[in-house]
């Protein structure tokens, strides 16, 4: 269960080129272990898949890398609009030298933005546990996905890889409806 978990949680962030791409796959390989309990609670039905059913599984995708992006840019607003930094390209020097003390210095990292900087952390840890939130949400919702359906089809792109392509044409097609 957990393999499938983080399948799912992979290739949904593949495709993302976000600021804090990384952070939250690291957060979601954490709470892994609660959506793993949530998933166990659910009695497996072993029913054929339908074109409604990877319809519904694809919007659940589109809608959380939507969140995604939108959270992405809160967090690039608040780096831009954060006087310690000064501009973004600081923010991405300290965070490139960051928790490595020689370049930390190399730098002349002030105290004024370490603060800043552990700011930025706070808030984006915060955004992530949001987007993780949304996400189980989204699959809970039996009205939108439910769990019962997010399993089985995460299951069958587990022992089906082929199948992934099918759910990339539902995204797509889905997406080129969108106004």
């Known amino acids: 269960m957990k393999q499938l978990i983080i399948y799912t949680i992979t290739t949904q962030f593949l495709n993302l080129g976000h600021l804090f791409k990384k952070a939250v796959f690291i957060f979601a390989l954490i709470s892994m272990s609660s959506a793993a309990k949530v998933c166990a609670q659910v009695e497996d039905?072993?029913?054929?898949?339908t074109d409604l059913d990877w319809s519904k599984y694809a919007k659940v995708e589109i809608m959380t890398s939507e969140f995604l992006a939108k959270k992405s840019e809160e967090l690039k607003e608040i780096i831009k609009g954060n006087a310690a930094f000064g501009s973004g390209a600081r923010?991405?020097?300290?965070?490139?030298?960051?928790?490595?003390?020689?370049?930390?210095?190399?730098?002349?990292?002030?105290?004024?933005?370490?603060a800043a900087f552990v700011k930025i952390i706070e808030v984006q840890d915060s955004l992530q546990q949001v987007v993780v939130t949304y996400q189980a949400g989204l699959i809970q919702d039996e009205n939108i996905l439910g769990i019962a359906l997010y399993q089985q089809i995460s299951e069958e792109l587990k022992n089906n890889p082929a199948m992934r392509v099918k759910l990339d044409q539902e995204v797509t097609k889905l997406k080129k409806k969108k106004p």
């Open 91 to 114: 923010y991405n020097t300290i965070k490139a030298a960051w928790g490595n003390a020689s370049k930390e210095a190399g730098i002349k990292l002030t105290e004024e933005e370490r």
């Open 45 to 49: 039905k072993v029913v054929e898949l």
